[in-house]
């Protein structure tokens, strides 16, 4: 049987057409997958699911061939669910963060991508805690069977969650285990200081740490900086100190068939840069310049 490739991008969601346009947008770059934002990905303001178009955009799903179970959602950044040193601030991240799982069970989603957060100077120990028993909080006043996959993060400033074990820790202390995934940014996880190019390795020790069925997403993205620079600045295929051989390899890594690759590269001269991305990814080709001919 022909590999279906499960790729896809980060798409928009914009007026008029909002979900509809969403999935638009992911069919024209020719994805199997994507992932998107239920509003601004920096703040909590958020429109009512009865605006966004829902039916519409997943009576066209239905057509193209995209599996609802591998869209993925993500959670504004501005939460931070690790520090409670501003009590009602923590309690406004809970909140959102309630309200995100109600609303990506709307879209008929299974998985919320979430961003650990930040320890602020109280060090990762007491972060760890406190964004475990955030969750805790939210998983108890939680009614859907969303998962919360949690991102790999890079390092910089006082990111929480940015290696496996830490990760682990995250899990471990949840009381509600089974609701927790992980989402592996590639971009994040060799700003670090991973190293990629042997991605068994990686599935490895992520499986000895984390364990592999925890693995929901993979977020596939070149980086502008050499492994563990802990800056976290997305490059497009083939234009990074990754590189397109070992993004393809990834790719297509027979372990993570069934793992939805979302692209989060940049724009090209305000042009999503997806379509080709895909069409590289899909034939296992990298095109020389192709960037410089977009
Ligand atoms: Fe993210
Ligand atoms: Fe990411
Ligand atoms: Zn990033």
Not at 20 to 26: I, T, W
Not at 189 to 194: K, L, P, R
Not at 225 to 231: D, F, Q, S, T, V
Request: hydrophobic share 35%.
């Amino acid at each position: 049987m022909e590999e279906k490739l499960l790729i896809g991008s980060h798409v928009s969601m914009n007026a008029p057409e909002f979900y509809l346009g969403s999935v638009k947008e992911a069919i024209s770059y020719g994805s199997t997958a994507f992932m998107f934002y239920t509003g601004a990905p920096q703040n909590s303001y958020r429109k009512p699911l009865s605006e966004l178009k829902i039916q519409e955009g997943r009576k066209l799903l239905l057509d193209s061939g995209i599996d609802e179970s591998k869209i993925i959602v993500h959670a504004p950044y501005i939460i931070n669910a690790a520090n409670k040193n501003k009590p009602d601030l923590w309690e406004m991240s809970i909140k959102t963060i309630t309200s995100e799982l109600k609303r990506t069970a709307g879209f008929n989603c299974k998985t919320l991508v979430l961003h650990p957060g930040n320890h602020v100077g109280n060090g990762f120990d007491v972060a760890i805690e406190t964004l475990a028993e955030a969750l805790d909080k939210v998983f108890e006043q939680d009614g859907t069977d969303v998962k919360i996959a949690l991102e790999t993060m890079c390092g910089k400033g006082t990111e929480i969650g940015i290696n496996f074990e830490q990760i682990a820790k995250i899990i471990e202390l949840s009381h509600h285990k089974d609701r927790l995934g992980v989402c592996l940014d590639t971009c994040h996880t060799s700003d670090y200081g991973y190293d990629l190019s042997d991605f068994d390795a990686i599935l490895d020790d992520f499986d000895k740490i984390i364990g592999l069925d925890r693995l929901l997403v993979i977020h596939l993205n070149d980086s502008k900086n050499p492994r563990g620079a802990h800056k976290d600045r997305h490059e497009n295929l083939g234009y990074g100190f990754i590189g397109f051989e070992t993004l393809n390899k990834i790719a297509h890594n027979p372990r993570v068939s069934n793992i939805p690759k979302i692209l989060e590269t940049p724009y090209i001269n305000e042009k999503p840069p997806y379509a080709p991305e895909i069409k590289m990814l899909k034939s296992g080709q990298f095109v020389e310049n192709w960037k410089e001919n977009f």
